[in-house]
């Protein structure tokens, strides 16, 4: 079992910035990605970024490519999301979550556990 919390969220402004981190606890050891998630209301679930648990291979959506940036603490099994130039669209539910079998990263459904999601609001 793994144990994703994310925190970090809030109400920015366009323009600025946000950075979310995701805490896991639990058999970490099993994990090979860790992935960010975004789901605003009446859309599908979709992938924001993903980097490899044991390496520096990162990939991003095209939306948020440049923008966001995705980092690891594996000493502190912490997984970071740092939003520059927020926008609007940018608004969101974000949620962390972990896969422990070796995939791509870029599908929801390569993912195993989920954190609770936490908001992102982008004021214009």
């Known amino acids: 079992q793994v144990q994703l919390v994310e925190s970090g969220g809030g109400l920015v402004q366009a323009g600025g910035s946000l950075r979310l981190s995701c805490a896991a606890s639990g058999r970490t050891v099993s994990i090979y990605n860790m992935g960010w998630f975004r789901q605003a209301p009446g859309k599908e679930r979709e992938f924001v970024a993903a980097?490899?648990?044991?390496?520096?291979?990162?990939l991003y959506a095209d939306s948020v490519k440049d923008r966001f940036t995705i980092s690891k603490n594996n000493a502190r099994s912490t997984v970071y999301l740092q939003m520059s130039s927020l926008k609007p669209e940018d608004t969101a539910v974000y949620y962390c979550a972990a896969a422990l079998g070796i995939r791509n990263g870029l599908l929801s459904g390569q993912y195993d556990y989920w954190g609770q999601g936490t908001q992102v609001t982008v004021s214009s």
């Open positions: 980097i490899r648990w044991s390496g520096d291979n990162t």
